[in-house]
Nanobody, 128 residues
């Protein structure tokens, strides 16, 4: 049974940093494409970043490119999203998911509609 559990969300001031994590069970993250998505009230769930299986590369949405970094800790079977220079527009519930996001992932295949399994989400709030 596949289970994804996000953690690490919280309240941070503008310009601050945060790391959210996605711990997986029932699958080996190194062998799967993993994506990070976010959703704020009244908006559709949008792609933030995807990481391909193995050395399959990474994709970042334009809105987070240069500020966010996705990484994988194979020993802990966990995928992290490191977020820097946060601004209020980054406020959302952040979800991780598995799916055919591509290896390497691109804007065409890293999107929420093709995801297979989802975590429950973790809230990130950026406010002074």
């Amino acid at each position: 049974q596949v289970q994804l559990v996000e953690s690490g969300g919280g309240l941070v001031q503008p310009g601050g940093s945060l790391r959210v994590s996605c711990a997986a069970s029932g699958l080996i993250v190194e062998r799967y494409n993993i994506g990070w998505f976010r959703q704020s009230p009244g908006k559709e769930r949008e792609a933030v970043s995807c990481i391909g299986h193995g050395d399959g590369g990474t994709y970042y949405a334009d809105s987070v490119k240069g500020r966010f970094t996705v990484s994988r800790d194979n020993a802990k079977n966990t995928v992290h999203l490191h977020m820097n220079s946060l601004n209020p527009e980054d406020t959302a519930v952040y979800y991780c998911a598995t799916g055919p996001f591509g290896s390497p992932p691109t804007a065409y295949n890293c999107y929420a509609g093709v995801a297979d399994y989802w975590g429950q989400g973790t809230q990130v709030a950026v406010s002074s």
